[in-house]
């Protein structure tokens, strides 16, 4: 009779809920806030290096911050919205200078990101196939893009020289292309000038993306086309693109958001006062931020910049997601 009552009241603890999950409790909240804790110190720094930036910037944006206020900007007069109806007027000059650097800016980012996509994309399908040499085409596809950005500008910079440069040196004196050397830094060059480093530097970017999306696409697929009597464009009109569409969504907004806020190519290409032809919007802002040492009225252009890439990507999210719920 003894003997059993211990048996019976072990059975009972075990076969309580309360008790099995007793014990357990605090490992089961290590594991739950573990990841959170791991999480915590990346939040931290995001934080310090991108939000309070942010909000400090949002918040000059409405101060008349000029040079006389730089060294104390917390004492700078309350401006409200003044700074904001100066950037919007379009009639003023300073409205004016920022609608045009913002159209210099669409059309550069359609450009840039429409070729950047074209050669990469084009790239990568000529390469998935396995042949001698293919490795070392990957690899010397990626320099540019793994070179670091002040030293590969630098360099596109003594090659866009008017007198000694090899982009002349190569249309004028060797083929003949041009009546006489063109200046590349200067003038409606400038744009084209721009756009060439910009797509050199970016394609490879592309490249690298949709060649990691090629490999999920099976072989059989493009096999069972074969056999069906499909060509090579068929093929990549019917099985790859229609294979690489996340891929490619995600791509295309990441290449807008960098193009669109580029500021070092820009700014190692032409320096501190770029040309009328080429004046990015991201260059314009530095101008008005810290040559005119109007840094209110920068902070503004800022603020409105930022405001119009979050309604483009929330529209293009928007767009695309409903692409794919309508997608077969």
């Known amino acids: 009779m003894t003997a059993t009552a211990p048996t019976a009241e072990a059975a009972a603890r075990k076969s309580s809920p309360g008790a099995a999950r007793g014990p357990r409790r605090p490992g089961r909240i290590r594991r739950v806030g573990l990841p959170y804790l791991l999480l915590l110190p990346a939040v931290l720094l995001e934080l310090l ?19 006389f206020y730089i060294r104390d900007w917390g004492t700078a007069p309350w401006a409200g919205l003044d700074n904001y109806k100066v950037s919007v007027d379009f009639d003023a000059p300073v409205g004016a200078a920022l609608l045009h650097s913002f159209f210099v800016t669409v059309a550069f980012t359609v450009l840039s990101v429409g070729l950047c ?28 893009y793994a070179l670091p950005v002040y030293a590969a500008v630098i360099t596109w910079v003594f090659m866009f020289q008017h007198d000694n440069g090899l982009v002349n040196h190569v249309l004028h004196d060797q083929l003949g292309l ?93 320096g501190k006062a770029a040309p009328e032809a080429a004046d990015l919007i991201s260059v314009h802002i530095y101008q008005a931020s810290f040559v005119t040492w109007n840094c209110g009225t920068g902070s503004a252009m800022s603020v409105l910049l930022l405001l119009f890439l ?6 293009y999210l928007v767009l695309t997601s409903r692409g794919r719920r309508t997608a077969p």
């Open 49 to 67: 290096v991108h939000l309070v930036p942010m909000v400090i910037g949002i918040v000059m944006s409405f101060k008349e911050l000029t040079q």
């Open 117 to 144: 996509w074209l050669l990469g994309t084009a790239a990568a399908i000529c390469l998935q196939d396995t042949f001698r040499g293919r490795g070392l085409l990957r690899a010397l596809f990626l320099v540019p």
């Open 178 to 270: 041009t009546d006489k050397p063109s200046f590349w830094l200067i003038g409606d060059n400038s744009f084209f000038a721009l756009l060439t480093v910009s797509v050199w530097k970016g394609w490879p970017f592309a490249f690298l993306i949709v060649m990691a999306g090629l490999q999920n696409i099976p072989r059989e697929l493009y096999e069972a086309a074969a056999l069906d009597g499909a060509g090579m464009i068929r093929q990549v009109r019917r099985i790859t693109l229609p294979s690489l569409r996340p891929v490619n969504q995600v791509l295309v907004l990441v290449l807008f958001l960098w193009t669109f806020n580029d500021f070092n190519t820009p700014f190692v290409l032409f």
């Open 310 to 315: 979050l309604a483009v990507t929330g529209v």
